[in-house]
């Protein structure tokens, strides 16, 4: 097997980025490189899990009221000390964490980001060796640099998220971000333990013939939901299907997946979940930037997800994402609802 020694490794395109940007200060970069680090530790536990005792729960319950996974943890310490070693973020909101942490070091407090994440999304599949992933968030903090952060500066709507992205620990681990410059994918080479260029200028294909949802709620989605997806059961080679319905259960894989190849993923409000289950900040948010600036579209089926101005870290939204033409024509069925 040849590699090509060509690609460039994730800090080589961080830094080339960063030399075509003028006045750049290489703090964002810096802020990626540092994400990369903290998910080629978290990578080892992953791929390791089941023969070392890091599986199950860790007995605790987080804010979600869901059972924490000793991974869970184990990948919250990891980002969030890579984070606060850093030179490039005064605090992180994390689904792991009950509230923002503000950081208030002297170097932080002059740092010019925030993050917010979610360090191991998919937990409930670990034990049945489910591909995962890490999400996460960076906006350029409102409060003055040189001041601890505050909530102000995690609270802002998602159009200002300055860079998003996941890694998702699959056949592969890769690690995919976005600025408002393209996205691009990098794969873990194990060979030189390095995220390489492996997808540069990801874009999502106007069209797929992939829908992504949980069929077990379908009696209590809406009727233009229920519609739509017995549009999507009706494709045909004539109207662009037939359609495939793929859905892991594991957000990271479902829209990696349906980002690369085309596709639409829906979690509608249901009568147990009247707010919508996947949160705002660090789940809808990271991907409605990304899956935008490759060319998508992401609402909560009333507005775009990237208008939306949160209220509180944990707060949840519905979540329809992806292909830009199965997107508007899912909205034409959802706007019967309105
Ligand atoms: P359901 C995982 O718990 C998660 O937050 C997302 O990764 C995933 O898309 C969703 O929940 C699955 O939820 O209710 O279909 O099992």
Known sequence: MIINRNILTLDEFTIQQLRQIPNATGELSSLLR??????????????????????????????????????????????????KHGISCAGVGSEELDDFVVFDDEISNNSKYVVLMDPLDGSGNIDVNVSIGTIFSVFRRVSEQGTPCT?????????????????IYGSSTMMVYATRRGVNGFTLDPSIGEFSLSHPNIQCPPSGKFYSVNH??????????????????????????????????????????????????????????????????YEANPFAFIVEVAGGKATNGKQRILDIVPTEIHERTSLFIGSRNMMEELESYIDEDL
């Open 151 to 167: 909530q102000a500066d995690f609270l802002q709507a998602g159009v200002r998220q300055v860079a998003a992205g996941y890694i």
């Open 216 to 281: 077990g709620n379908f009696f209590q989605f809406s009727e233009g939901v229920r519609k739509y997806i017995n549009v999507c059961q009706q494709k045909t080679v004539e109207t662009g299907g037939p359609y495939s319905q793929r859905y892991i259960g594991s957000m990271v894989a479902d829209l990696h997946r349906n980002l690369i190849k085309g596709g639409i993923f829906m979690y509608p409000t249901t009568k147990d979940k009247p707010a919508g289950k996947l949160r705002l900040l």
């Open 34 to 83: 540092d994400i990369g680090l903290a998910a080629k530790r978290i990578n080892v536990e992953v791929n390791k899990a089941g023969l070392v005792d890091i599986l199950g729960d860790a007995g605790s319950v987080n804010v979600q009221g869901e059972d924490v996974k000793k991974l869970d943890l184990f990948a919250n310490t990891q980002m969030v000390g890579v984070l």
